[in-house]
């Protein structure tokens, strides 16, 4: 079936007032058929009235973990290798369901698809493993949305103490054996776990569902396996998800466990550093590293609201730029962000960096925060023409109310998207030629039926997240002594914002004060 949306005005960041004048779009098989003024509207189409608003790429949320979409605000603030700690508990009871994991995805889908993001790549992690019935659920949640997805899985295979500097040395002889284990899943289970990822959700819903592969982080696998994960990856023609020098602690770990190797240049070293991979984060780099990256070809999923939640710092937006380094946005986590909103990820962006840089002509303007929420992440997600408006590219749009007040008057289109946009004047979304959102809300799905169910089961299971809380307290002064220890070693580069510009002489109140047994928070 055709569809023709009318009189809108369609996003053209290569343009000074940043949009076309008033033209029809043709969509069929999924795809843009055809642009132009007063279109033919053949027998049978559908018609939509644009009423000379403005029709947008859908944006793409370039970096996400579904797994805890239901933890929203479970958490304070904490650096990322005390956070991992709490974020997601391997007690039996709080296993999940498969009907659970459709659940708290769903819950993802229904946030986004509200506020216009009609992409997402899922770097889903399992605890305490993968199992083929819940990444069934995960794919099925996608599939049933109407979302477009990329669907990974996130799974470490080498113990604890593999993974981080100083921990082996830190542990007392009773703690050391429990972080010493390595994965439940070997190395040829999780290839087989993939398998069925390819076999039955790599290209499902016409198209709509791929796979991508993930090793979370070079220092949380073995060589041999991430050499395998890369050859899934060239066999399929996959994304490849690798966490990199998020943290200070990261780069403190190249020192002292990779021969003074950063994770970039390991991974380089490796042969395994290409075009597919998206290096997420990226934000405790050198200029040797930001090299590497642009020599390669590797895309960099900027995620600063979650930076910014984990104290983990501010990327090199400019320097990566400068180096023609393609960047994509992302959520991370809902437990991380607090929302999965990408309008406030991109004014984040557009903000944070202004402080890193003194030279303000070099701070990010709001096209290029447009494009990397939009084309940047059909790049990363392999998808060339995904987040453009043209000729065969995907129909996956949003339609704007530019009578909002968020655009009343309009004295700027890219600002006023980047800067006063909150997700409220999406009218509709489309994925793949589909309306999947409208004034009445999701169409695909029943939202106040699944978010009653989510609430129900969700919340009896808050008494078992507060028993994990407990249960891993034992391992917190060690993990807080870890993360002192790597703050205190110079690595030649900053970046966080100086203790004594915000504090001056202060000494700030120990994050540990007040909360209860087992809980890093109160």
Known sequence: MTTIIRNVRLLDLDRQEGMTSTCDISITGGRIAGIGECLAIPEGAKLIEGNGNLLMPGLVNGHFHSAVNHM???LPSLPLEVFMLYECPELDV???????????????????LRCGTTSVQDDCFFVPRPEPEIIDAVAQAYVDSGMRARLALDQPEVSELEKLPYLRELLPDDLRPELGRPSPTSRDDLLGLYDHLLSRWHGAAGGRIKAAA?????????????????????????????????????????????NGRSLVRHTADLGLLTERMNVIHAIWV?????????????????????????????????????RGIPICLGVDEAIADDAVNM???????????????????RWPNPREILRAATTGGGHAMREPML?????????????????????????????????????????????????????????????????????????????????????????????RKMYDLACEQDVEMERRVPHALVEGNRAPTPWHVGRSAGRPYQ
């Open 343 to 361: 309008w406030s990820v991109m004014k984040t962006a557009a903000l944070i960096h202004c402080i890193t840089e003194t030279d303000y002509e």
């Open 387 to 479: 987040g453009q408006i043209s000729v065969g590219a995907p129909a996956d749009l949003n339609l704007i109310d530019l009578g909002t007040i968020a655009y009343v008057p309009l004295n700027d289109l890219p600002r006023q998207l980047v800067h006063c946009e909150s997700g409220t004047s999406v009218l509709l979304t489309m994925v793949a030629g589909e309306v999947v959102r409208d004034g009445n809300g999701l169409t695909r799905i029943d939202e106040g039926a699944l978010l009653a169910e989510a609430r129900e089961i969700f919340e009896r299971k808050i008494g078992h997240m507060d028993e994990a809380d407990q249960s891993v307290a034992r391992y917190l002064p060690y993990y």
């Open 94 to 112: 709080l296993r999940p369901t498969p009907r659970e994991a459709y659940l708290r995805t769903m819950l993802g889908c229904i946030e986004m």
């Open 286 to 322: 050198d200029d040797a590293d930001l090299d590497l990256l642009a020599e390669s070809g590797a895309s960099v999923a900027h995620n600063p609201v979650s930076n910014l939640r984990l104290g983990s710092g501010v990327m090199r937006w400019r320097a990566m730029q400068d």
């Open 72 to 74: 929203k605000g479970r």
């Open 214 to 258: 993930s090793c979370s982080a070079p220092q949380r696998v073995s060589p041999e396996y991430f050499a395998a994960l890369d050859q899934l990856s060239r066999d399929h023609d996959l994304p490849f998800y690798a966490h990199m020098l998020e943290t200070k602690l990261q780069r403190v770990f190249g020192r002292e466990c990779l």
